[in-house]
């Protein structure tokens, strides 16, 4: 009896170590493929000031030089590359601030491993899968009218990054359209 208490412990530690290392190894593999990412992001930075340099700097040029002069066509063709450089850059460094998953530590789970019940092993994998579950679902905060006993439609996360990126895009188009406009008004006869 002593012999298979301690062979399910044994079991028990073994499957938490196990469990931790897999969450170390997800979690290093992310890392990894961020900052693959984040290297393809600045590279993809390179690429675009390299075309933008070759393609569309010398037209932009000639034309501000035509119509302002030398000095301000260089400025507006430096400063427009310099831009789309600090974009992608941009981008690269926000894609390396991600912040890691958090999960139990070692310790905590050969804790929970050494204190649990060898008799009843499926109340281990109970806790494991529950515990898996809510590690891989995103956090999202309870509203007051939530507690009060309403709740919202599943399935339904604002996230706020792509709550913004979506504010900008429709800004963007707004202010792309206003200035056709004022353009085509200015060009009607």
Do not use: H
Not at 4 to 14: E, R, S
Not at 177 to 186: D, G, M, P, T, Y
């Amino acid at each position: 009896m002593l012999r298979a208490g301690l062979a399910l412990k044994l079991n028990q530690v073994k499957r938490a170590t196990n469990s931790y290392l897999r969450d170390r190894t997800n979690q290093a593999t992310g890392t990894a493929t961020s900052y693959a990412v984040a290297a393809g992001m600045f590279a993809a930075a390179g690429i675009f000031l390299i075309a933008a340099l070759l393609v569309g700097a010398a037209a932009l040029f000639r034309w501000i030089e035509i119509n302002y002069g030398l000095f301000p066509a260089f400025g507006a063709t430096g400063g427009l590359l310099v831009a789309i450089a600090a974009i992608c850059a941009g981008a690269a460094a926000s894609r390396l601030k991600r912040p890691a998953p958090q999960f139990p530590s070692l310790a905590s789970r050969l804790r929970v491993a050494i204190n649990a019940n060898p008799i009843k092993p499926a109340r281990v994998e109970a806790a494991t899968d529950t515990a898996t579950q809510i590690l891989r679902e995103p956090a999202t905060p309870v509203s007051g009218a939530n507690r009060a006993g309403r709740t919202s439609r599943p399935g339904l996360v604002v996230d706020s990054r792509k709550m913004q990126a979506g504010l900008l895009l429709a800004a963007t188009l707004l202010g792309w359209a206003a200035v056709r406009r004022q353009q085509a008004r200015r060009t009607a006869p």
